[in-house]
């Protein structure tokens, strides 16, 4: 009975351990079940995130691609602007062959590597190549690879409001092999710019200002003169271009400059060794001034404010000069003959003269340093006053007989070299009209401003009643005057006759005297004192802060 009852309460025991163990079961499985039920909405929720995210991504990307498409201009002209930060740019315009013109009617372009020719609207063409690349891929520019390194175009080809930029895509400067200047072939930093205009192209060089520097002084300064003369210079022509560029003096809106004499002689001469160390001395040097200017020679009266009465320039001018003034330069003085009939026409011809006959020309006005301000013309009835030492050099032009310099040479020029002279007479008499030379003769070898003597090549060849002449020359003094006042010359024949001038210097006489500059050197002076000397006393200032 006992026995019986034992196996009883063990079975009852049994199944109540069965039953807490598949609860036990069931409540781990419901666990299990959770987790992992809860694992997948984790993944599930996971994954739409990410899905979102891949999405929002690629919408975003998709807008910025598109808003890439729209506005790559502006993207680039940005960049190409960050790229030109720090360093100054100028546009200079390159006139035709010996500066005679304005435009040209085809252009050859050539360099020792490839370059790229972008052809785009003339609103865009003063951009890099970069530029021009990216705006090829939305059809604004049309490109041509010059692997072989040259590159034609005739001012047909290029339409109105097409421009094109020729850009070297190495190191290489770029070339124009058919452009006449000093140097054969002229070689250009940076980029070249076609225009079209009615005329032909307008071609315009953009490159840095220090660059465009080098060349300047080179074509400006002989590389021999003293190194502090060639620093005084770089600064005078880096300030000259920073205030063009500044003022945009010329009216010319696609370019801030040009390269002749109109305003300073840029790449007539190749950059020298001397003129890049100039330029490197000085690096972003200039003087805090709207005006700078400088010319070639003066014949002597830098600093003299006493000479605006005729008589004294005249005694003044008559003086030999010393043998180191001016660095020797042979324009120091100069003598000019000029056909009394030959003025009478060009000044009909050039400055609308009414009369028909020159009997009487004077300096009427001079400044205090002794250069003539105003020229009266006057003959029968006539009269025509010319104002300015730029139209009075143009008005008694040497033309037909040139010009003799205080070492012996002869030469020849469009305009008289400077408005510091005093006006002769001389009767004709049968006389010659003193050394009319030969053009193989004549000084050919012209050094901004100044004339060479290379191994008297350029000697006058005289004949003896011409050495008599130039003898009466050299004596100012002989010569008779016709009249009392010492600032006109008159006549009193209906004949031709013979009007010479007593003149020295070379260049219109504003700012600094180059060969001046160079002799202040060679006495020791540095370039700030030269400076200091011609424009007065200031502190130089940087070409980023004008």
């Given at each position: 009975m006992q026995h019986i009852q034992s196996n009883e309460i063990r079975s009852e025991e049994d199944v109540s351990n069965k039953r807490l163990r598949f609860k036990q079961r069931l409540t781990c499985?419901?666990?299990?079940?959770?987790?992992?039920?809860?694992?997948?909405?984790?993944?599930?929720?996971?994954?739409?995130?990410?899905?979102?995210?891949?999405?929002?991504?690629?919408g975003a990307q998709t807008e910025a691609q598109t808003e890439a498409q729209t506005d790559t201009a502006a993207r680039d002209r940005a960049e190409a602007q960050t790229a030109s930060d720090g360093a100054a740019m100028i546009r200079v315009r390159i006139l035709g062959d010996n500066y005679e013109a304005s435009s040209h009617s085809s252009l050859t372009v050539t360099s020792k590597s490839a370059f790229t020719v972008a052809f785009t609207t003339a609103d865009c063409c003063e951009e890099t190549a970069d530029f021009c690349r990216a705006r090829s891929e939305t059809s604004a520019c049309r490109l041509q690879y010059c692997t072989e390194g040259t590159f034609q175009i005739s001012a047909e080809e290029l339409s109105e409001g097409e421009a094109c930029v020729i850009t070297p895509d190495g190191d290489d400067l770029l070339v124009l092999p058919e452009l006449s200047r000093a140097q054969k072939a002229p070689e250009y930093d940076g980029q070249l710019l076609l225009y079209r205009e009615p005329d032909g192209i307008a071609l315009v060089n953009l490159l840095p200002l220090e660059a465009y520097?080098?060349?300047?002084?080179?074509?400006?300064?002989?590389?021999?003169?003293?190194?502090?003369?060639?620093?005084?210079?770089?600064?005078?022509?880096?300030?000259?271009?920073?205030?063009?560029?500044?003022?945009?003096?010329?009216?010319?809106?696609?370019?801030?400059l040009d390269d002749s004499v109109a305003f300073q002689v840029y790449?007539?001469?190749?950059?020298?060794?001397?003129?890049?160390?100039?330029?490197t001395a000085t690096a972003g040097e200039i003087l805090p001034l709207d005006e700078v200017l400088?010319?070639?020679?003066?014949?002597?009266?830098?600093?003299?404010?006493?000479?605006?009465?005729?008589?004294?320039f005249r005694s003044?001018?008559?003086?030999?000069?010393?043998?180191?003034?001016?660095?020797?330069?042979?324009?120091?003085?100069?003598?000019?003959?000029?056909?009394?009939?030959?003025?009478?026409?060009?000044?009909?011809?050039?400055?609308?003269?009414?009369?028909?006959?020159?009997?009487?020309?004077?300096?009427?006005?001079?400044?205090?340093?002794?250069?003539?301000q105003e020229l009266t013309a006057s003959g029968g009835g006539a009269s025509l006053a010319i104002e300015g030492e730029y139209q009075i050099r143009r008005a008694l032009a040497p033309t037909d007989s040139g010009l003799t310099l205080h070492n012996g040479q002869s030469a020849?020029?469009?305009?008289?070299?400077?408005?510091?002279?005093?006006?002769?007479?001389?009767?004709?008499?049968?006389?010659?009209?003193g050394q009319h030379m030969s053009p193989d003769t004549t000084a050919q070898n012209e050094t901004n401003g100044v004339?060479?003597?290379?191994?008297?090549?350029?000697?006058?060849?005289?004949?003896?009643?011409?050495?008599?002449?130039?003898?009466?020359?050299?004596?100012?003094?002989?010569?008779?005057?016709?009249?009392?006042?010492?600032?006109?010359?008159?006549?009193?024949?209906?004949?031709?006759?013979?009007?010479?001038?007593?003149?020295?210097?070379?260049?219109?006489?504003?700012?600094?005297?180059?060969?001046?500059?160079?002799?202040?050197?060679?006495?020791?002076?540095?370039?700030?004192?030269?400076?200091?000397?011609?424009?007065?006393?200031?502190?130089?200032?940087?070409?980023?802060?004008?």
């Open positions: 499985g419901a666990a299990a079940a959770l987790v992992f039920a809860m694992t997948l909405l984790i993944f599930w929720l996971l994954w739409r995130y990410l899905r979102q995210a891949e999405e929002t991504m690629s520097l080098c060349s300047v002084v080179a074509s400006e300064m002989p590389s021999d003169y003293p190194q502090e003369a060639q620093l005084a210079q770089a600064v005078c022509a880096r300030t000259y271009a920073a205030n063009c560029i500044r003022r945009e003096k010329n009216s010319d809106n696609r370019a801030d790449n007539n001469q190749k950059a020298s060794e001397a003129s890049a160390r100039a330029v400088y010319y070639s020679t003066s014949c002597g009266t830098c600093g003299r404010e006493d000479l605006a009465d005729e008589a004294a003044y001018l008559e003086e030999e000069p010393r043998a180191d003034a001016e660095y020797g330069s042979p324009w120091i003085r100069w003598e000019a003959v000029l056909s009394k009939d030959a003025l009478l026409a060009h000044l009909q011809a050039e400055f609308g003269y009414p009369g028909d006959s020159v009997e009487r020309l004077q300096v009427t006005k001079r400044l205090p340093n002794g250069q003539a020849s020029l469009s305009m008289l070299p400077s408005a510091w002279f005093v006006l002769r007479t001389e009767p004709t008499s049968g006389s010659q009209s004339f060479s003597d290379t191994a008297g090549q350029n000697e006058a060849i005289v004949s003896p009643d011409d050495a008599a002449q130039d003898e009466m020359m050299t004596s100012p003094a002989d010569i008779p005057h016709k009249e009392t006042d010492p600032s006109a010359w008159l006549s009193d024949s209906a004949d031709d006759e013979l009007i010479r001038l007593l003149g020295g210097g070379y260049g219109h006489g504003k700012g600094m005297s180059q060969c001046g500059a160079a002799q202040m050197a060679a006495d020791g002076a540095d370039y700030r004192e030269i400076l200091n000397y011609y424009f007065g006393e200031s502190e130089l200032s940087h070409v980023e802060d004008f």
